[in-house]
């Protein structure tokens, strides 16, 4: 079946420091990628997202290229600040067969803490 | 504001009991999926409707059941409650339910079963 993992957690980082996340994924059919993000007590929102191979999503910052030759997609910021504490979660959704399915499957989420 | 609405925020009940969580989509959008957050077992999708039609099923329990009315929201029920059902429940809603859609987030539903 479908699934994503992501690195361990929780990654701590001061201030202006590089940030990565890794996420691999194993998919039957030809996958969307999805990195959202979940504030304390708030649902979650798309960060960005890639739907084919060699596609680079990017929104405030942030950036993952969608590499179906590892199966990554890693998200990176070159600058985190404290607001960008959270929990990232990578994910997936998939068309096999000919259909298109929009369930996400989604990693064990990495929570991300940013001292100043 | 993802513009995905969810009722009731909190919700705590007893062990055996039924209970129904809403959820109103963004307007325009056609696909809701609902989706279950615990600590045991991270982000799991349960089932998906497309204008009224389930299109998709993932790990939902017997227990549990969910419809998309004519006006497009869309409610869950569980019944029989166990403790193991405690989580919090993630309504989200997308333009066409495609897998390259985006999906619009609700705040949530956290249930607690005592």
């Known amino acids: 079946g479908d699934s994503v993992t992501q690195m361990e957690g929780p990654v701590t980082l001061s201030e202006e420091a590089f940030l990565t996340i890794n996420c691999t994924y194993t998919?039957?059919?030809?996958?969307?990628l999805f990195w959202y993000v979940q504030y304390p007590g708030e649902g979650l929102q798309l960060l960005l997202k890639?739907?084919?191979?060699?596609d680079k999503g990017s929104n405030k910052g942030f950036e993952a290229t969608y590499r179906k030759e590892t199966t990554s997609f890693h998200l990176e910021k070159g600058s985190v600040q404290v607001s960008d504490s959270a929990v990232y979660f990578c994910?997936?959704?998939?068309?096999?067969?000919?259909?298109?399915?929009?369930?996400?499957?989604f990693g064990q989420g990495t929570i991300l803490t940013v001292h100043p | 504001d993802s513009g995905v609405t969810q009722t009731p925020k909190h919700l705590i009940t007893a062990t055996g009991q039924r209970v129904t969580l809403r959820c109103s989509p963004r307007?325009?959008?056609?696909?809701v999926y609902w989706y279950q957050q615990s600590l045991d077992q991270g982000l799991q999708f349960l089932i998906q409707?497309?204008?009224?039609?389930?299109?998709a099923k993932g790990n939902i329990l017997e227990r549990f059941s969910a419809q998309q009315f004519p006006d497009l929201h869309s409610e869950l029920n569980l019944s029989s409650l166990e403790l193991g059902d405690s989580a919090l429940y993630f309504c989200?809603?997308?333009?066409?339910?495609?897998?390259?859609?985006?999906?619009?987030f609700g705040p949530g539903t956290r249930l607690t079963v005592l």
């Open positions: 989200a809603s997308s333009v066409e339910g495609w897998d390259t859609d985006t999906q619009y």
């Open positions: 998919a039957t059919g030809y996958p969307s």
């Open positions: 890639a739907t084919k191979a060699d």
């Open positions: 994910a997936l959704s998939v068309t096999a067969g000919g259909t298109s399915y929009g369930k996400l499957t």
């Open positions: 307007s325009g959008d056609l696909s």
């Open positions: 409707y497309y204008n009224g039609e389930e299109r």
